[in-house]
Nanobody, 122 residues
Framework: QVHLVESGGRLVQAGGSLRLSCAAS????????LGWFRQAPGKEREFIAT????????YYTDSVKGRFTISRDNARNTAYLQMNSLKPEDTAVYYC???????????????WGQGTQVTVSS
């Protein structure tokens, strides 16, 4: 059974930065993709970024390109989401999820973390 735990969310001012972490356990290999999604109050969960097993294929949603960077450390079974130039509209619960390939739709992800709250004040 795969277990994902996100951390790093907190209150930050607009223009600030945060780094979220997603620690994966329960798998013996790193041959999987990790994705980040977010859900703002009253909105559907949306795709943010994904990275394949060897960190060669990375994809981002347009609203975060140039501001967010996804990365992973396979030795630590951990993925990261570096978020810079944060805006109030980035406020949401951020989830990491695991899939075989770097898909951009949540239905392709079968393991999810519990989420971490990011709040950006104006």
């Amino acid at each position: 059974q795969v277990h994902l735990v996100e951390s790093g969310g907190r209150l930050v001012q607009a223009g600030g930065s945060l780094r979220l972490s997603c620690a994966a356990s329960g798998r013996t290999s790193s041959n999987y993709a990790l994705g980040w999604f977010r859900q703002a109050p009253g909105k559907e969960r949306e795709f943010i970024a994904t990275i394949n097993s060897r960190a060669i294929s990375l994809y981002y949603t347009d609203s975060v390109k140039g501001r967010f960077t996804i990365s992973r450390d396979n030795a630590r079974n951990t993925a990261y989401l570096q978020m810079n130039s944060l805006k109030p509209e980035d406020t949401a619960v951020y989830y990491c999820a695991l899939s075989l390939l770097p898909y951009r739709t949540e239905r392709e992800y079968h393991y999810w973390g519990q989420g971490t709250q990011v709040t950006v004040s104006s």
